[in-house]
């Protein structure tokens, strides 16, 4: 059974920057599927943030791309986020998730999510 | 970008009705659409991938039809752990998209 763990502060200053790891666990991350990271404000809908296939260049959100660097850790079956230049709307509950068919295709198992509140 | 609107943004149900919940894209994006559920306090759960497939566990009181920019999700006979907020998403072009939600309340 695949499953996924987001883990990383659940509080960051403005300004700083926001690392999360996702661990992967009954699948590794190096063989067929996309991984990505996805959040959702309180109260709000979902924003896909980024995707990224073993050996390929990741694919990210333009609206954060500036700001955004997704990457993994096959050794530890791990993928992780970092958000930098964080404000208040980057308060969030972050999901993990794999993804079938391309990097912006079905996301069909997901992490529990990890709220990330920004503020000082 | 593609942009994609749901309607209703909520409603009000009951236990046994039948519910539909539509999905528009702002262009053609043939069959690639995705519909999730969530629960509060949860992630969201894949119902139905490429707009009429279920994801494995999925109840036969749900299904999903359309193409182009139109799709529907239906339910018929809504049960009590139906009522959640369900979402829809294109994978046909990047970045994927999310309708804003459709709120299923208790009537």
């Known amino acids: 059974q695949v499953q996924l763990q987001e883990s990383g502060p659940g509080l960051v200053k403005p300004s700083e920057t926001l690392s999360l790891t996702c661990t992967v666990s009954?699948?590794?991350?190096?063989?067929?599927?996309?991984w990505a990271w996805i959040r959702q404000p309180p109260g709000k809908g979902l924003e896909w943030i980024g995707s990224f296939y073993h050996s390929v260049s990741p694919f990210y959100n333009p609206s954060l791309k500036s700001r955004v660097t997704i990457s993994a850790d096959t050794s530890k079956n791990q993928f992780s986020l970092s958000l930098n230049s964080v404000t208040a709307a980057d308060t969030a509950v972050y999901y993990c998730s794999r993804v079938r068919a391309n990097p912006y295709g079905t996301f069909d198992i997901w992490g529990q999510g990890t709220l990330v509140t920004v503020s000082s | 970008d593609i942009q994609m609107t749901q309607s209703p943004s909520s409603l009000s149900a009951s236990v046994g009705d039948r519910v539909t919940i539509t999905c528009r894209a702002s262009?053609?994006?043939?069959?690639?659409l995705n519909w999730y559920q969530q629960k509060p306090g949860r992630a969201p759960d894949l119902l139905i991938y490429s707009v009429s497939n279920f994801q494995s566990g999925v109840p036969s009181r749900f299904s999903g039809s359309g193409s182009g920019a139109e799709f529907t999700l239906t339910i018929t006979s809504l049960q009590p752990e139906d009522f959640a907020t369900y979402y829809c998403?294109?994978?046909?072009?990047?970045?994927?998209?999310f309708g804003q939600g459709t709120k299923v309340e208790i009537k």
């Open positions: 262009q053609n994006i043939y069959t690639f």
């Open positions: 998403q294109q994978s046909y072009d990047s970045p994927p998209a």
């Open positions: 009954g699948y590794s991350i190096s063989n067929a599927y996309y």
